[in-house]
């Protein structure tokens, strides 16, 4: 691979270790304990330390995958539940193999997987990390027959491969397409102190969800000393519903880079990383494209606009398949080459971030904001949005609506007005944020999309008077039990209990203490948790609880009832002993 | 600095301290005990138990990890973190295969003590009765992953104390578990010996020294006659004296 990291000294490879274990992932299909042991010598590693990484991402495998390997998204959106009927199962019995074993032949292997960021693309899957979208019992058909027939993927019509990307509203930085090296001119004509005032003045906070003012952060960032500084792109877009930074990566690179430059010529870095989620693996060689145009056209390398000592290049890192890695400190734990557990906070990586180093990290939305304020000035900016929320959001929109896509708004849109422009109708609830934010209904609909009333890294996810709200609450603890890094207590056994908990009641084996049980838990991960993920991976439960407590209480059973049930614990025991007789179960 | 600045309040207790200092290194130092379990003297701290959860303005932190500052307002012992901190270890019971009746480690167990120490009379939630591991390959000490609480003693004690790097943790959420740093991946392939910290730092029954069962009757074991809080708190001054000869000796050499 052409763009990696080159920290380590010059006798250890030059790629990332993420890139050379996809690379020996997709060359034998797994990852073996000798391969393992190779790579800790080549990289100088502790073989545990490998070992430890090949474990923590969901795209790498310690067992072999088939020839053709199949995820399919599980994403309340783009998911394999298509209108009652289970797309995965579907595929899997009509090929004989059951999900997370690989055939016999290993010819194929199906398995799940968290949102893979198409849900506006229908249901969809990655077959060897291509997306595959629109699916529908057709489709898994002949996706059957080709694999059967062991037809190269190479062969397959190419329209199934196809993303459309639709954006519905534009405004602010979806209008413009910005000239490269436009911004950057006028950065390097106005100075760095001078670029940094006009991104503080144009009061633009980040867009992943946080909102941490972005000028105090470059600011902070350029006012520590180090050994070196760095800019890093959080392209780590994992909440399920968001696929805004897809379109952004697709179709705005140009600014993103160009963003990155500015900030790089703000805070002093010759270094910048943009982190890559592994589900967007195929837009890597588009990523390469434009970084090398843009090195071919002096606004990346040594010299950048002729600049005397300005130097600064991209590497792109791709991860491997964990929702924890969009948390900026797991992030940079990522890009170190070590599990993503994000780190003890503060120190903030801004201070202490890659490599020990201050480092600003920032969503993809953010660094193309960035790149258009400095080319159009801070006031065409904050002239749009509200006063504490300046500017647009761009909103990744789906679910139940008639036109799901990219929806770019001045901050302070009412929900209502979203769900009239797409299409929604007879709306049950909205989850904005993702499952990490927040639940509403009707009655909340005239609040605003903003820092100060609802805010949203971008998902907004439409639930319809039809849908079965319980299973979405299942679905996003599924998501978090699956997805906690396991570091501490609260999250690692909580959102566990969380999914049991709630699995309990849909099997109608809950009772009201179930209930009482749900918010304890609740309480325990939000308060008590290590980070991020923690804090909000209960927030659905809670606003579930409060405003659809119906959703629950019509499912409760009013007698005391097991927590497991008794008939199914014997199931081994009836095996072991090939037993299925009456008096080999309960009543 | 005046003697005035370098202080903290928990539960309205003065406390002193030094710049640096944890607020759980200086409540150990005043005698005052914060619940904890993955945290060791003279040890990196790591934060991943979270029983040493205190509040700062309604706020929650691990106090092993969050620095101690001038003027900080921590509560500590109050009915409702005591309550939270007993549901935390009622997690980390129902996650692993914890028998007290039948575990070595019975009476000298701190995640036993712990309990008794909170009041926790069940395990409130469900068991998750998941496969695990043992390892009982090497002659001296055995490794029953069933019992671990990933508190990642062993990894720092290996790593910082014994200079070995025996231990690491692998994987994500309830997968996640403790892989031995050899080629087999088994203990009797790693360089560990039973005089390492690593060895005898486990605050459960995960890792056992071989064919010692028992010397000790219960009964007559550490919890038998003294709470978790007395311990960790003679803990600590032993740790703060092993650390002060460490650095006498650095210094010398």
Same mark, same amino acid.
């Given at each position: 691979?052409?763009?990696?990291?080159?920290?380590?000294?010059?006798?250890?490879?030059? !790629?990332?270790?993420?890139? @050379?274990?996809?690379?020996?992932?997709?060359?034998?299909?797994?990852?073996?304990?000798?391969?393992?042991?190779?790579?800790?010598?080549?990289?100088?590693?502790?073989?545990?330390?490998?070992?430890?990484?090949?474990?923590?991402?969901?795209?790498?495998?310690?067992?072999?995958?088939?020839?053709?390997?199949?995820?399919?998204?599980?994403?309340?959106?783009?998911?394999?539940?298509?209108?009652?009927?289970?797309?995965?199962?579907?595929?899997?019995?009509?090929?004989?193999?059951?999900?997370?074993?690989?055939?016999?032949?290993?010819?194929?292997?199906?398995?799940?997987?968290?949102?893979?960021?198409?849900?506006?693309?229908?249901?969809?899957?990655?077959?060897?990390?291509?997306?595959?979208?629109?699916?529908?019992?057709?489709?898994?058909?002949?996706?059957?027959?080709?694999?059967?027939?062991?037809?190269?993927?190479?062969?397959?019509?190419?329209?199934?491969?196809?993303?459309?990307?639709?954006?519905?509203?534009?405004?602010?930085?979806?209008?413009?397409?910005?000239?490269?090296?436009?911004?950057?001119?006028?950065?390097?004509?106005? *100075?760095?102190?001078?670029?940094?005032?006009?991104?503080?003045?144009?009061?633009?906070?980040?867009?992943? *969800?946080? *909102?941490?003012?972005?000028?105090?952060?470059?600011?902070?960032?350029?006012?520590?000393?180090?050994?070196?500084?760095?800019?890093?792109?959080?392209?780590?877009?994992?909440?399920?519903?968001?696929?805004?930074?897809?379109?952004?990566?697709?179709?705005?690179?140009?600014?993103?880079?160009?963003? &990155?430059?500015?900030?790089?010529?703000?805070?002093?870095?010759?270094?910048?990383?943009?982190?890559? @989620?592994?589900?967007?693996?195929?837009?890597?060689?588009?990523?390469?494209?434009?970084?090398?145009? @843009?090195?071919?056209?002096?606004?990346?390398?040594?010299?950048?606009?002729?600049?005397?000592?300005?130097?600064?290049?991209?590497?792109?890192?791709?991860?491997?398949?964990?929702?924890?890695?969009?948390?900026?400190?797991? #992030?940079?734990?990522?890009?170190?080459?070590?599990?993503?557990?994000?780190?003890?906070?503060?120190?903030?990586?801004?201070?202490?971030?890659?490599?020990?180093?201050?480092?600003?990290?920032?969503?993809?939305?953010?660094?193309?904001?960035?790149?258009?304020?400095?080319?159009?000035?801070?006031?065409?900016?904050?002239?749009?949005?509200?006063?504490?929320?300046?500017?647009?959001?761009?909103?990744?929109?789906?679910?139940?609506?008639?036109?799901?896509?990219?929806?770019?708004?001045?901050?302070?849109?009412?929900?209502?007005?979203?769900?009239?422009?797409?299409?929604?109708?007879?709306?049950?609830?909205?989850?904005? +944020? +993702?499952?990490?934010?927040?639940?509403?209904?009707?009655?909340?609909?005239?609040?605003?999309?903003?820092?100060?009333?609802?805010?949203?890294?971008?998902?907004?996810?439409?639930?319809?008077?039809?849908?079965?709200?319980?299973?979405?609450?299942?679905?996003?603890?599924?998501?978090?039990?699956?997805?906690? =890094?396991?570091?501490?207590?609260?999250?690692?056994?909580?959102?566990?209990?969380?999914?049991?908990? #709630?699995?309990?009641?849909?099997?109608?084996?809950?009772?009201?203490?179930?209930?009482?049980?749900?918010?304890?838990?609740?309480?325990?991960?939000?308060?008590?948790?290590?980070?991020?993920?923690?804090?909000?991976?209960?927030?659905?439960?809670? /606003?579930?609880?409060?405003?659809?407590?119906?959703?629950?209480?019509?499912?409760?059973?009013?007698?005391?009832?097991?927590?497991?049930?008794?008939?199914?614990?014997?199931?081994?025991?009836?095996?072991?002993?090939?037993?299925?007789?009456?008096?080999?179960?309960?009543? | 600095?005046?003697?005035?600045?370098?202080?903290?309040?928990?539960?309205?207790? $003065?406390?002193?301290?030094?710049?640096?200092?944890?607020?759980?290194? $200086?409540?150990? $130092?005043?005698?005052?005990?914060? %619940?904890?379990?993955?945290?060791?003297?003279?040890?990196?701290?790591?934060?991943?138990? @979270?029983?040493?959860?205190? !509040?700062?303005?309604?706020?929650?932190?691990?106090?092993?990890?969050? %620095?101690?500052?001038?003027?900080?307002?921590?509560?500590?012992?109050?009915?409702?973190?005591?309550?939270?901190?007993?549901?935390?270890?009622?997690?980390?019971?129902?996650?692993? /295969?914890?028998?007290?009746?039948?575990?070595?480690?019975? *009476?000298? =167990?701190?995640?036993? $003590?712990?309990?008794?120490?909170?009041? &926790?009379?069940?395990?409130?939630?469900?068991?998750?009765?998941?496969?695990?591991?043992?390892?009982?390959?090497?002659?001296?000490?055995?490794?029953?992953?069933?019992?671990?609480?990933?508190?990642?003693?062993?990894?720092?004690?290996?790593?910082?104390? /014994?200079?070995?790097?025996?231990?690491?943790?692998?994987?994500?959420?309830?997968?996640?578990?403790?892989?031995?740093?050899?080629?087999?991946?088994?203990?009797? /392939?790693?360089?560990?010996?039973?005089?390492?910290?690593?060895?005898?730092?486990?605050?459960?029954?995960?890792?056992?020294?071989? !064919?010692?069962?028992?010397?000790? %009757?219960?009964?007559?074991?550490?919890?038998?006659?003294?709470?978790?809080?007395?311990?960790?708190?003679?803990?600590?001054?032993?740790?703060?004296?092993?650390?002060?000869?460490?650095?006498?000796?650095?210094?010398?050499?």
């Amino acid at each position: 691979m052409s763009n990696s990291c080159q920290h380590n000294s010059s006798n250890l490879p030059q !790629e990332h270790l993420l890139h @050379r274990l996809h690379a020996l992932q997709q060359e034998y299909l797994h990852i073996s304990p000798q391969a393992m042991q190779q790579v800790a010598v080549e990289f100088n590693l502790p073989l545990s330390q490998v070992a430890g990484i090949v474990a923590f991402y969901s795209f790498f495998s310690a067992q072999p995958c088939g020839r053709f390997h199949i995820l399919f998204s599980n994403c309340t959106s783009c998911g394999y539940l298509l209108a009652g009927q289970n797309l995965m199962q579907l595929l899997a019995q009509q090929l004989q193999v059951t999900p997370g074993k690989t055939r016999a032949d290993g010819l194929i292997s199906i398995g799940e997987t968290s949102c893979i960021g198409l849900c506006d693309q229908g249901a969809s899957l990655l077959v060897n990390g291509i997306p595959l979208t629109h699916l529908n019992p057709d489709k898994i058909a002949q996706i059957a027959q080709q694999i059967t027939a062991n037809i190269s993927m190479d062969e397959w019509p190419g329209e199934w491969f196809e993303i459309h990307d639709t954006i519905h509203r534009r405004n602010l930085l979806l209008t413009t397409q910005l000239a490269p090296g436009n911004a950057l001119q006028q950065a390097i004509t106005h *100075g760095a102190a001078e670029t940094l005032t006009t991104i503080q003045q144009s009061g633009l906070n980040g867009r992943g *969800g946080a *909102g941490f003012n972005t000028g105090k952060k470059w600011q902070l960032c350029r006012e520590k000393l180090g050994d070196a500084h760095y800019v890093i792109c959080n392209a780590d877009e994992g909440e399920p519903g968001t696929f805004k930074d897809r379109v952004l990566l697709h179709h705005h690179a140009e600014a993103l880079f160009e963003g &990155m430059t500015l900030c790089a010529f703000v805070i002093g870095a010759n270094k910048g990383l943009v982190y890559l @989620r592994g589900e967007y693996r195929y837009l890597l060689s588009h990523l390469q494209t434009v970084l090398s145009q @843009r090195r071919n056209q002096g606004l990346l390398g040594r010299h950048i606009l002729n600049h005397a000592d300005f130097h600064f290049d991209i590497d792109l890192v791709v991860g491997a398949g964990a929702y924890i890695c969009g948390e900026e400190s797991a #992030l940079i734990e990522s890009l170190e080459v070590k599990p993503g557990i994000p780190r003890i906070r503060p120190p903030f990586p801004v201070t202490h971030g890659y490599l020990g180093q201050p480092t600003v990290v920032n969503n993809v939305e953010t660094l193309i904001a960035a790149a258009h304020i400095v080319a159009h000035g801070s006031s065409w900016f904050n002239s749009v949005g509200t006063q504490k929320s300046i500017g647009t959001k761009i909103l990744s929109v789906s679910g139940d609506c008639r036109l799901p896509g990219i929806y770019e708004y001045p901050f302070g849109v009412r929900i209502q007005q979203i769900l009239d422009d797409c299409g929604a109708q007879r709306v049950q609830a909205v989850q904005i +944020g +993702g499952p990490a934010g927040k639940l509403i209904g009707a009655p909340d609909f005239n609040h605003t999309i903003s820092f100060e009333d609802i805010s949203t890294g971008g998902s907004f996810l439409i639930f319809g008077h039809q849908r079965d709200l319980l299973a979405v609450h299942r679905n996003f603890a599924h998501f978090f039990a699956h997805e906690s =890094c396991g570091f501490c207590t609260p999250c690692r056994v909580g959102t566990q209990l969380l999914k049991n908990n #709630l699995d309990k009641i849909a099997e109608g084996r809950g009772t009201t203490n179930d209930i009482e049980t749900l918010k304890q838990l609740a309480f325990l991960i939000q308060h008590h948790s290590h980070c991020g993920l923690g804090h909000t991976a209960a927030n659905h439960v809670l /606003d579930g609880l409060q405003h659809f407590p119906q959703v629950f209480a019509t499912h409760l059973n009013q007698h005391f009832v097991a927590q497991f049930d008794l008939d199914q614990a014997l199931e081994s025991a009836r095996q072991i002993t090939r037993r299925d007789d009456a008096a080999a179960h309960l009543d | 600095m005046s003697a005035i600045q370098n202080t903290i309040r928990i539960d309205n207790q $003065a406390i002193p301290f030094t710049p640096g200092q944890t607020i759980m290194d $200086a409540a150990l $130092a005043a005698k005052v005990y914060i %619940p904890h379990l993955c945290h060791y003297p003279g040890l990196p701290p790591s934060g991943n138990c @979270r029983l040493c959860i205190v !509040e700062i303005e309604n706020r929650s932190v691990a106090a092993c990890t969050t %620095p101690a500052a001038a003027d900080q307002t921590i509560c500590s012992n109050t009915p409702e973190l005591n309550e939270a901190r007993k549901a935390l270890t009622q997690m980390l019971f129902v996650e692993g /295969d914890h028998i007290c009746p039948s575990c070595e480690k019975t *009476g000298n =167990c701190k995640l036993q $003590a712990m309990a008794y120490y909170l009041g &926790m009379l069940d395990d409130h939630f469900p068991q998750f009765y998941q496969r695990r591991e043992i390892d009982a390959s090497h002659p001296d000490i055995l490794l029953d992953r069933r019992r671990c609480i990933l508190c990642d003693l062993c990894v720092r004690a290996s790593r910082e104390v /014994d200079g070995k790097n025996v231990f690491a943790i692998a994987g994500r959420g309830t997968k996640a578990h403790l892989i031995v740093n050899s080629p087999s991946g088994k203990l009797a /392939d790693s360089s560990i010996a039973t005089t390492d910290l690593a060895t005898t730092i486990c605050p459960v029954g995960a890792i056992l020294i071989k !064919e010692q069962g028992y010397q000790v %009757p219960i009964g007559q074991r550490i919890y038998d006659h003294h709470t978790i809080r007395e311990t960790s708190l003679q803990e600590h001054i032993a740790g703060c004296d092993k650390l002060k000869r460490k650095e006498h000796q650095d210094t010398e050499r």
